[in-house]
């Protein structure tokens, strides 16, 4: 006779033969997420062994990336698990979700920052990491990766993202989805994905969270979906439904997104999650009159497991009943949500080690270094001002997070502990320990004192780790009040100065590059952001990060990425157009996508492509030679872009379709290799379908988007 609690049987039979077991009651029970608030501990308690809770959000409010969370511990964590399972009439161990968004005790830099790196193989050791410490912690699930492709630096949310690019964010899809979930879920040290939030979310209007955009298929298919495909081909667990509305339908109430597209077309396995009272914010939608209509939209859409709302608990015993609701249905959504309750091995042993030390590990540590070093980017370097001399020069390291802590973590960091921690004048002196330096980062003028004294001046400006994240959007993109007098009053004193700008979304520069000799984007890149950025400055590393968005000139500039579609007359062909139709200023942004500086210089040359003439089925190989034309080893990201020139429905100018990071001494070449599949050369084109159509493409390949290095192909019936 099977039974589930039986290790050797297969995850499948395990599942069926539960469910074959279980009350609708009991079934429902499982749909059921709720909060680790410390007030509710009693009566979770209760609900773990009436097998009425399923899952807990470890978040006490529904802003959890930027306030103060009242959650039970650590020590809970065993004592529900015990409760769930010896208790309960089946046994059914509870999986509980975090937001670990970049890191759960080492930080690293935020999403939007990773991206900077161009490295799929740092995201995914990132996330191998958090999964290590947050299953060390006793949860095994993350609402991580944040795969919203974002345009509008406004909406807070952008720096949980990897960026404006779909292609980019595909690839750290995957790679975050590997790091967290390893070969196998069963690997205690491992913890399930949720890709988030499914879909379009990104598209904020005016960069208002929550807001209602739109999108036509079209653009949600070519440009949103991408990331989320990538995302379960490398197995994702979970999917998070965004609150946004498409084409008039919330996306929790969707089923032709939820049901016909992710679980139908991309063939999802796993789970869909409701986000925080997304269920039963379909009447403030105005798409459900009660809690039980919207219960109803979302379950039959394709939820399956409901945060927070309690709408499954209270009203789907009456929907069965009444029929509106199919027992198949029900045992679909119970069943994906058990099997990956299974998978992680949680029926078997849910219970974290109480003695495992929550110290970070100094391999961890220094991991986090070299991560936030290969993330920052140098977007100015007039003069070759950088590197700074270590010694003989007296330096001002100053500003207003010159001595910060918390605002280098960025949000959604839930590690609170100010321990670690290395604020940027701690890294100059770490990097740099014979150079005289001079500081000062609270009072205006004793700031301007220090730079009086000082032959080179380091101004370290930026955001506070709470102007960004969820619920945190601005109006104006600018530095946040004084930054700019400071800097202005800083360069009226003739010296050389070099602009370290920490932040986690981008910010409008125009004025920072017209008044700094250098221009420094350090990110908020947690723990190592200080180290990092000093390693930097002073030339024990080379710059090598390149901008994963674009970074508009002015705020009037946004919406502003590379991969825009053509206009109809084109005044001017190039991509952000010189001549717009702004009287007031240039289509131009202040860096374009793919940017970056280093301290050496790299030449491109030889572009060549394997076939004049290829067939839809067949793949195109591009090489291109990259020397070192500088004095200083340093890593190159080479980026591989195509147009397709005639279609049947517009495509964009430009699409990045291949990148490699490389490494080379001064004076050595390398040729790198892209290849152009099917996959690369198509797009979802009339009535939604995949297709590569014929015709002329161009393909580029440079150290940003902007370059002009090129030769083209056919593809021939
Ligand atoms: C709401 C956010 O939109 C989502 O990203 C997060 O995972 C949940 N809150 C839980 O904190």
Known sequence: MKNYKDKNLSVRVRTEDLLSRMTIEEKIGQLNQLSAKLSDADEMRKNAVQGLVSSRVMASTAF???????????????????????????????????????????????????????????????????????????????????????????????????????????QMAAASVKGFQGESLSDKRRIAACAKHYIGYGMSCGGRDYSACDCSEHELRNTYLPPFKAAVEAGAATVMASFNEIGGEPVTGSKHLLTDILKGELGFQGFVVSDWYAIHQLINQGVAENRKEAAYIAFDAGVDMDMLDLCYSEHLPALIEEGRISKERLDDAVRRILEVKFRLGLFDDPYVDPNASQRIRDEHMEFAKVFAEKCMVLLKNENNVLPLPKSGRK????????????ALMGSWTQNKSDEGIQTIVEGVQAAAPEAEIITASSLYDEMLMAAQRAEMVVLVLGESDRRNGEHACIADIELPVGQLELLRAVRRLGKPVVSVICSGRPL??????????????????GHQTGPAAAEILFGNVNPSGKLPVTFPRTTGQIPIY?????????????????????????????????????????????????????????????????TNTGNMEGDEIVQCYLRDCSSALTRPLKELKGFQRIHLAPGASQEVVFTLDREKLGYYGKGGKFCVEPGKFMVYTGGNCLTEMCTQFEIVK
């Open 562 to 626: 590379y991969n825009h579609k053509p206009n109809a007359r084109q005044i001017d062909e190039y991509y952000y157009p010189e001549s717009t139709d702004y009287f007031d200023t240039t289509g131009k942004p202040m860096y374009p996508f793919g940017y970056g500086l280093s301290y050496t210089t790299f030449a491109y040359s030889g572009l060549t492509i394997d076939k004049e003439k290829i067939t839809a089925d067949e793949v195109q190989t591009v090489r291109v030679t990259v």
């Open 64 to 170: 959890a990336g930027n306030e103060e969370q009242e959650i039970t511990g650590f020590d809970e964590i065993n004592l529900l698990q015990e409760l769930a399972l010896n208790q309960s009439r089946l046994g059914i161990p509870l999986m509980d979700g975090w937001d670990i968004v970049h890191g759960q005790r080492t930080i690293f830099p935020l999403p939007l920052a990773q991206a900077a790196g161009w490295a799929p193989e740092l995201v995914q050791r990132a996330a191998e990491i958090a999964a290590l410490e947050t299953a060390e912690w006793g949860v095994r699930w993350t609402f991580a990766p944040m795969l919203d492709i974002a345009r509008d630096p406004r909406w807070g949310r952008i720096v949980e993202g990897f960026g404006e690019d779909p292609y980019l964010c595909a």
């Open 508 to 525: 409008v520069l125009e004025e920072v590059d017209h008044l700094s000799d250098a221009v420094l984007y350090a990110w908020h890149s």
């Open 395 to 406: 330096i001002a390291v100053i500003g207003p997070l010159a001595e910060a802590k918390r």
